[in-house]
């Protein structure tokens, strides 16, 4: 059990284009998902928060027209990156915290590598 | 702020050959311990967590004991195997209210045949 899913696991886009990723909760109900990138040989960032029928919540320093998020159902939230550039290619991650979650336990997605050329 | 402090990679052992990662923590309250292992290319997975002092995570042969009183939560291997090689985090979440995670930088572990 516990387990999400990511769509697509790769893209590549031309510089200027937006690329829409989806994260679902395969056999659970999300209340909360979470979205990270993670740089070459460096840990997790966490770029937002997003709860199920509100506005996401953004950490320092992320755009948040850059990098749309909805949440609009308990099983899916989607990140997508408008306007893509270069500097945006990364490896993209989202984890869902489920309902009556007790043990602080997050379950994380396989990931999206977005290259943008 | 929370905060968790892993030992540099990458750790670079042979195989069956006995493995530690440091790990230690700041945080307030009583958050819960997580390591997570990712393999190249893919996302991270749950290795193995402990929520209270003096427990004991264990899964697939590592191991870690959340110890309060050093703030830390080493991960152990008794021997590894070339398929251990990965990258290893550890993590912390449940301080002071909130869930959302904090992470340590990630160790990279090599174990050649």
């Known amino acids: 059990g516990a387990v999400v899913s990511q769509h697509p696991s790769r893209v590549i886009c031309k510089s200027g284009t937006s690329v829409k990723i989806e994260c679902r909760s395969l056999?659970?109900?999300?209340?909360?998902m979470f979205w990270y990138r993670q740089f070459p040989k460096q840990s997790l960032m966490l770029m937002a928060t997003s709860n199920e029928g509100s506005k996401a919540t953004y950490e320092q320093g992320v755009e948040k027209d850059k990098f749309l998020i909805n949440h609009a159902s308990l099983t899916l939230s989607t990140l997508t990156v408008t306007s893509a550039h270069p500097e945006d290619s990364s490896f993209y991650i989202c984890?869902?915290?489920?309902?009556?979650?007790?043990?602080?336990?997050?379950?994380f997605g396989p990931g999206t590598r977005l290259t943008v050329t | 702020g929370n905060s968790v402090t892993q030992m540099e990679g990458p750790v670079t052992l042979s195989e069956e050959a006995f493995l530690t990662i440091n790990c230690t923590y700041t945080a307030t309250g009583y958050p819960s311990l997580f390591w997570y292992v990712q393999y190249p290319g893919e996302g991270l997975q749950l290795l193995l967590k402990a929520t209270k002092a003096d427990d004991k995570g264990s899964n697939k042969g590592f191991e870690a004991t959340y110890r309060k009183e050093t703030t830390s939560f080493h991960l152990e291997k008794g021997s590894v195997q070339v398929s251990d090689s990965a990258v290893y985090f550890c993590a912390l979440s449940g301080s002071g209210g909130s869930y959302i995670p904090t992470f340590g930088r990630g160790t990279s572990l090599i174990v050649h045949p």
């Open positions: 984890s869902a915290r489920s309902r009556g979650a007790g043990a602080n336990e997050q379950y």
């Open positions: 056999d659970f109900q999300a209340t909360t």
